[in-house]
């Protein structure tokens, strides 16, 4: 069993650098407390860093986004920091990273006991990010191998396409960490479904860590809707609605970490002794029918 903690991530107000980083390293001793491996932090939870801002810059859509960009790399060192000093695996959500063809785009970084794994882009983007917010769509899929087992990252709204979770399955990712950012309960259960579709259809575990609360001082972030939780494949050992764990309130106060335990080696043996093979059969019947 692995031991999963993802974060319903109140947006909060820090306007020194050193009040967020206390904020950061208090909420990630929490779960390391409660046994916690890996942590899950929202999308866009890095986009608090615009709180440090001046009050004019932050209240400005574009502008926090560019105001950000020069607390990148030390955000990327205090993340790193944190994952060597506990041993465990962060992801600590997203935030809009400007890249070098001059595009902003939807950034999550993985990082372990040894330092950075790597990155993955959103691919994706819904009409707020892409009509007003101008953010870019990435490109690629990556699959990281951790002591914990291979897994995936799909940030919010890409896991409501069955292909990108299918290609991070047939990578070989037997967990998809699921960060998002919703502003309505409509867009969570989106998400959501998206997620439970995913792990039903490629016999997977997938994580879900949501934004919530009110940020008035932040236009991209104003308000945030969201429940914590774990989905597998509702087959043999697993629970009978595929759902491990759930935060218990869309709204909380603060933020609240979904401590949750799962079994990967479970997850997999689903695929071979499960009552139904929705992985195995779905490129098959998809290619006869066609």
């Not at 047939?170 to 998809?176: F, H, M, Q, R, T």
């Amino acid at each position: 069993m692995i031991c999963l903690a993802a974060c319903q991530y109140a947006i909060e107000l820090h306007e020194t650098w050193d009040a967020y980083a206390e904020h950061l390293q208090g909420l990630c001793a929490e779960a390391v407390e409660a046994g916690a491996q890996l942590l899950l932090l929202p999308e866009y939870a890095g986009l608090v860093l615009s709180g440090q801002l001046p009050v004019e810059q932050r209240g400005d859509l574009k502008a926090s986004i560019a105001g950000i960009q020069p607390l990148i790399e030390p955000w990327l060192a205090l993340c790193q920091g944190i994952a060597r000093r506990w041993g465990i695996y962060l992801q600590p959500g997203s935030l809009p990273v400007l890249d070098l063809d001059g595009q902003y785009r939807n950034r999550a970084w993985l990082f372990g006991p040894k330092g950075v794994l790597g990155y993955q882009d959103k691919l994706i983007m819904t009409r707020f990010e892409r009509e007003q917010w101008g953010i870019a769509a990435g490109d690629g899929l990556q699959v990281f191998d951790t002591a914990l087992g291979r897994l995936g990252i799909l940030i919010c709204y890409d896991n409501e396409f069955p292909m990108l979770a299918r290609h991070l399955a047939e990578g070989g990712a037997d967990l998809i960490l699921a960060p998002s950012c919703t502003d309505t309960e409509a867009g969570y259960h989106r998400v959501r479904i998206g997620a439970q579709a995913r792990a039903l259809e490629n016999q997977i575990a997938v994580l879900q860590s949501p934004t919530v609360g009110l940020a008035p001082w932040s236009p991209a972030l104003d308000e945030n809707i969201g429940r914590a939780g774990l989905f597998v494949p509702p087959d043999y050992g697993m629970p009978q609605d595929g759902v491990i764990a759930l935060s218990e309130a869309l709204s909380p106060v603060g933020s609240q970490w979904l401590m949750c335990e799962v079994s990967l080696e479970h997850v997999r043996r689903v695929r071979q002794q499960g009552q139904v093979f929705t992985r195995r059969d779905w490129p098959e019947q998809f290619e006869r029918l066609l």
